[in-house]
Nanobody, 116 residues
């Protein structure tokens, strides 16, 4: 069984910063890509940022230059540093991991609310 535990969400004013963490535990042989998604009310879940096992990253256009994804593979943990937050960043943020067997796991989600 694999568990993803997210932390770091909360309420912040526009222009502020938050750092999300997601730690994976359980029967994990290896994690390929680790990613953060978000879902705002009434909208589809969208990819925010992803990082491969080699450290390559990609970002949604809306967060480029403001968010930074990183990982500590030894700890099976992925981070999302979010700076210059905007009200439109308000959403539930979900951690996602992709394993070599093609199985994907999701965290329970953490709420990020940015007030104007």
């Amino acid at each position: 069984q694999v568990q993803l535990v997210e932390s770091g969400g909360g309420l912040v004013q526009a222009g502020g910063s938050l750092r999300l963490s997601c730690a994976a535990s359980g029967s994990i042989f290896r994690i390929n890509t680790m990613a953060w998604y978000r879902q705002a009310p009434g909208k589809q879940r969208e990819l925010v940022a992803a990082i491969t096992i080699t450290g390559s990253t990609n970002y949604a256009d809306s967060v480029k230059g403001r968010f930074t994804i990183s990982r500590d593979s030894a700890k099976n943990t992925v981070y999302l540093q979010m700076n210059s937050l905007k009200p439109e960043d308000t959403a539930v943020y979900y951690c996602n991991i992709d394993t070599p067997l093609g199985v994907r796991y999701w965290g329970q989600g953490t709420q990020v609310t940015v007030s104007s």
